[in-house]
C-alpha cells in the first residue's frame, strides 16, 4: 500500500463517499493513484471554488443517523482534491465558508516534493515561502497536516480525520509530490475521546430540571443536529419532551424527514409571527447545535436573553452562567434519550403554511410566486432536495414546503448554490432543485458544463432581475448594482443541458413541468423577474437590519 492508498481507505472508512477535485502538476502523482486505485470515485469540476463548494454540499447533505463501524457514526466527510498554490488557495474561500459552517470538509493538496524544496530556487506556484499556503489553511481549518514522513504518516492522518469529525469543521493535508506512491502503512483506527459519565449526568439532569420547570419550553434546532446525524434522535426526543421545534435560518431544512414537531423556522421580524412570538416568548430555549450567529438572532423582534436559555453547542452546554466543557452534542441527546421513557404525546403544534395554487396567468413573476410554483410542483412530483445559492433565492426558499436544504445561511457567500446542486446530487443520487440569482450564477454556473460527463440533471431556477438586488436593497442609490442581461438560456446547450426564459407565471408552471418530465440532462429555467421586486421575506429581513443599524 502507498500513501495515497493509505488516506484513501482511511477517508472511506471515515465517511467519504467521493472527491472532487481539480488536477495540476503538484497533484498529477496522487491524482494517479485515486484514478488507478478506484477506491472513492473522482469527480473533475473546472474551477476550485465549484470543488470546495460541491465537496461542502456532499458533506452537509451525506450526513444522516446511524453508526458506522469506524466510529464515523454514519457521518459523511465531503473531500476536496487540488494542487499546490493556484489550486488551494483559489479555493480558500469555500474551505472558510465551510469552517464558518461547520462542514466535515478534507482538502488535500499536492506539495513540492523533497528535492525541489531545497533547491534554491523558488517554484511555480510558490507566494511568500514555500509553506504560505500551509500557514494561511491554519486559520480555515482545526487541524493540518504535511504528510513527508512516511513513518509518522498513518498516525498524522488517523489524527487530522479525527479531529474532521470530532469538531465538524475543515481539515487541510499536503502530500508532497514525491511520497504519493511511496509505501506506508495502514491509518489506525482511534477511540474516540470518553466523556466524563459524571459531568454527562449532571449536564443531563439539569437540562430536564430546567425544561420541566419552564412553562413555555421550545426546542430550536441548528447545522450541529445534522452534522453529527441526530436528526432521528433529535425528532425522538422532541415528542418524547413535547416540545415544539423550530429550525433557525441556518438550519432551514432539518429534519424534514423526521416525524418531528416542527413548527417552521425562526427568522425573527422577517419571518412568521406565530414562530417569533414562540421562540421569543419562550421561557425554556433549548438551543441545540445552533450558531449563535447574525443571519440567525440579529433580526429577532425581541432580544433573547441567552442566559435564560439551555445552549449546548460547540461541544459544551452552558445553562445561564453554569458551563458544562467537553460534552459532545451526541452524547447530550444520547443521555437526554436515556432519561425519558419513550411515549405517544398529543399535543397541538402551530404548524406553517406555504403558498400554493400559482395562477397560472400572463402576469410577471415575483418571487413568491416561484415559492408557490415549487411548492405545487412538489405536490404533484413529490418533494426535491433544494441547494440554495445567497440573495433572494434563499429568502424565497423560505416559502417552500419544508425540504432537505443546504445553503451558506451564515458565511453567506455567492457561487455556493449551482456546484452544491452537483455534490448533492453524486452525494446523494437525488435530482436537485439549485435556486440561484443571476449574480452568483456568473461566478459558478459554468459548473453545469460537467453535468453531461456524470449523468447529473439538476433543475436549476435562475432568478434573473440584472443586478445585486440584495445589495440595491441596502444601498438602492448605487448603479454598480446594475449587471448586464447575459442572456444564460441561450448558453444551456452549449453546455449540455435545455435552457428555457420565462417572463410569466404560465411560462413558469409549464416549464417546471417540462423539466421535472425530461431526465439525464440538466435543465437552465431562467427567471426573469422585475427590478426592485423582492421576496416578502427578504424586505422583512433588510427593514429588520436597517432597524437594527439605525439603533432603533
Not at 434573473?464 to 438586488?469: F, H, I, T, V
Request: glycine fraction near 10%; charged fraction near 20%; aromatic fraction near 6%.
Amino acid at each position: 500500500m502507498n500513501l495515497t492508498e493509505s488516506l484513501l481507505h482511511a477517508l472511506k472508512a471515515h465517511g467519504a463517499r467521493q472527491i472532487f477535485g481539480i488536477p495540476g502538476d503538484f497533484a498529477l502523482p496522487y491524482f494517479k493513484v485515486i484514478e488507478a486505485s478506484g477506491i472513492l470515485p473522482l469527480y473533475t469540476l473546472s474551477h476550485e471554488p465549484g470543488v470546495g463548494f460541491a465537496a461542502d454540499a456532499a458533506a452537509r447533505i451525506g450526513n444522516n443517523s446511524g453508526t458506522g463501524s469506524d466510529g464515523s457514526g454514519g457521518r459523511a466527510l465531503g473531500v476536496a482534491a487540488v494542487t499546490y498554490g493556484a489550486g488551494a488557495l483559489n479555493m480558500i474561500n469555500s474551505v472558510a465558508a465551510a469552517y464558518a459552517e461547520k462542514s466535515p470538509l478534507v482538502v488535500i493538496s499536492g506539495g513540492p516534493g523533497e528535492g525541489e524544496s531545497n533547491s534554491g530556487l523558488l517554484l511555480h506556484h510558490q507566494a511568500k515561502r514555500l509553506d504560505s499556503q500551509f500557514r494561511i489553511f491554519e486559520e480555515i481549518t482545526c487541524d493540518r497536516a504535511r504528510l513527508d514522513d512516511l513513518e509518522r504518516a498513518p498516525a498524522d492522518i488517523a489524527r487530522v480525520l479525527g479531529n474532521c469529525l470530532k469538531h465538524s469543521r475543515p481539515v487541510y493535508l499536503e502530500i508532497p509530490r514525491d511520497k504519493a506512491a511511496s509505501p506506508c502503512a495502514p491509518v489506525p483506527a482511534i477511540e474516540p475521546p470518553a466523556v466524563d459519565p459524571d459531568a454527562l449526568a449532571a449536564c443531563a439532569d439539569e437540562v430536564l430540571q430546567r425544561l420541566q420547570q419552564a412553562q413555555r419550553p421550545v426546542l430550536m434546532v441548528d447545522v450541529e443536529v445534522r452534522r453529527y446525524g441526530l436528526e432521528a434522535q433529535v425528532a425522538e426526543l422532541a415528542r418524547r419532551l413535547a416540545l415544539p421545534v423550530a429550525t433557525c435560518f441556518m438550519g432551514r431544512g432539518l429534519l424534514a424527514d423526521a416525524d418531528a414537531p416542527l413548527v417552521g423556522t425562526y427568522m425573527g421580524v422577517a419571518g412568521l409571527p406565530e414562530v417569533t412570538q414562540l421562540v421569543e416568548d419562550s421561557d425554556g430555549l433549548f438551543l441545540l447545535g445552533v450558531i449563535l450567529s447574525d443571519t440567525n438572532f440579529a433580526v429577532s423582534e425581541k432580544k433573547i436573553d441567552l442566559r435564560r436559555s439551555i445552549v449546548a453547542c460547540d461541544g459544551e452546554v452552558r445553562l445561564g452562567w453554569h458551563v458544562y466543557h467537553d460534552i459532545p452534542l451526541a452524547a447530550l441527546v444520547e443521555a437526554l434519550l436515556a432519561r425519558t421513557a419513550p411515549r405517544e404525546v398529543a399535543f397541538e403544534v402551530p404548524r406553517s403554511v406555504y403558498p400554493r395554487g400559482l395562477v397560472a396567468d400572463d402576469a410577471a413573476i415575483a418571487p413568491q410566486d416561484i415559492a408557490t410554483a415549487v411548492n405545487d410542483l412538489m405536490d404533484r412530483h413529490g418533494r426535491l432536495p433544494i441547494a440554495s445559492d445567497m440573495g433572494d433565492c434563499l429568502f424565497t426558499a423560505m416559502d417552500i414546503e419544508h425540504t432537505a436544504l443546504v445553503a451558506p445561511g451564515y458565511y453567506a457567500t455567492m457561487g455556493f448554490g449551482v456546484p452544491a446542486g452537483l455534490g448533492l446530487q453524486a452525494a446523494t443520487g437525488q435530482r436537485p432543485l439549485v435556486l440561484v440569482g443571476d449574480g452568483a450564477f456568473q461566478m459558478t454556473g459554468w459548473e453545469l458544463g460537467n453535468c453531461r460527463r456524470y449523468g447529473w440533471d439538476p433543475i436549476v431556477l435562475l432568478f434573473n432581475n440584472a443586478s445585486w438586488e440584495m445589495l440595491r436593497t441596502f444601498q438602492p442609490e448605487s448603479r454598480f448594482n446594475d449587471l448586464d442581461d447575459w442572456g444564460f438560456a441561450t448558453m444551456a446547450a452549449g453546455l449540455g443541458g435545455d435552457g428555457v426564459r420565462v417572463h410569466t407565471r404560465a411560462q413558469l408552471q409549464a416549464a417546471l413541468e417540462r423539466a421535472v418530465a425530461t431526465r439525464g440532462r440538466f435543465q437552465l429555467i431562467e427567471v426573469m423577474i422585475p427590478r426592485g421586486v423582492l421576496s416578502q421575506t427578504l424586505q422583512r429581513f433588510v427593514a429588520g437590519v436597517k432597524r437594527l443599524n439605525a439603533g432603533k
